[in-house]
């Protein structure tokens, strides 16, 4: 069985920054591209950022672009979520999601949870102003 577990998330001042991980049990990630989505009650699943099999491709959504940054480390079966300077609109329970459909994706394949097959149950962010 294929889980994904999302850690790091918490109550981070606005400004600051977190780490967030997404491991990845059951399934080797190294042909998969792999996303972060977030959510808040008020919005559907939104698009952050997605990474190529290889790391080597990476993709933001434009509200995120420069403040995070997206990794990943297919010898531990985990990706990573850079947030840096973060704003209270940033605050959502954030998601990893991984594709078998798909090595490497940008653009509107990448914003699309549908091209994503398995994800994670998501880890908080709060941002306190």
């Known amino acids: 069985q294929v889980r994904l577990f999302e850690s790091g998330g918490g109550l981070v001042q606005a400004g600051n920054s977190v780490r967030l991980s997404c491991v990845v049990s059951?399934?080797?990630?190294?042909?998969?591209?792999m996303g972060w989505f977030r959510q808040t009650s008020r919005k559907e699943r939104e698009f952050v950022a997605a990474?190529?099999?290889?790391?080597?491709?990476?993709y933001y959504a434009d509200s995120v672009k420069g403040r995070f940054t997206i990794s990943r480390d297919n010898a531990k079966n985990t990706m990573y979520l850079q947030v840096n300077s973060l704003r209270p609109t940033d605050a959502a329970v954030y998601y990893c999601?991984?594709?078998?459909?798909?090595?490497?994706?940008?653009?509107?394949?990448?914003?699309?949870?549908?091209?994503?097959?398995?994800w994670g149950q998501g880890t908080q962010v709060t941002v306190s102003s």
């Open positions: 999601a991984t594709s078998a459909k798909f090595a490497s994706v940008t653009g509107v394949t990448a914003t699309r949870p549908v091209n994503y097959d398995y």
């Open positions: 059951g399934r080797t990630i190294n042909r998969d591209a």
């Open positions: 990474i190529s099999w290889s790391g080597s491709t990476t």
